[in-house]
Nanobody
Framework: QVQLVESGGGLVQPGGSLTLSCAVS????????MGWYRQAPGKQRELVAA???????NYADSVKGRFTISRDNAKNTAYLQMNRMEPEDTAVYYC???????????????WGQGTQVTVSS
């Protein structure tokens, strides 16, 4: 079974930095796009950043210039480097991936369990 496991969440002070990792495992043929989403209490889940297999990126306006998404294709891992963090960044962060399972022709979407990120002084 395909699994996405996030790590790196925790508590950070405003203005600080934190880096999240998302490792994909299972019988995977290839990974297309990967992305990071977040959901704060009382709010809908929103896209934070996404990256294609070719390295093209897309960011939410609220994090442009502060967050950087990257991926290591050899390790099937995506990263989210978060700088100059703000209290508004507090949320559960989820990793998402569009990928092809080995032997399957159609693309499938998977979610990680999420990791808590809290920005507070």
């Amino acid at each position: 079974q395909v699994q996405l496991v996030e790590s790196g969440g925790g508590l950070v002070q405003p203005g600080g930095s934190l880096t999240l990792s998302c490792a994909v495992s299972g019988s995977i043929f290839s990974i297309n796009a990967m992305g990071w989403y977040r959901q704060a209490p009382g709010k809908q889940r929103e896209l934070v950043a996404a990256i294609t297999s070719g390295g093209s990126t897309n960011y939410a306006d609220s994090v442009k210039g502060r967050f950087t998404i990257s991926r290591d294709n050899a390790k099937n891992t995506a990263y989210l480097q978060m700088n100059r963090m703000e209290p508004e960044d507090t949320a559960v962060y989820y990793c998402n991936a569009d990928l092809y399972v080995l032997g399957v022709l159609t693309k499938k979407n998977y979610w990680g369990q999420g990791t808590q990120v809290t920005v507070s002084s």
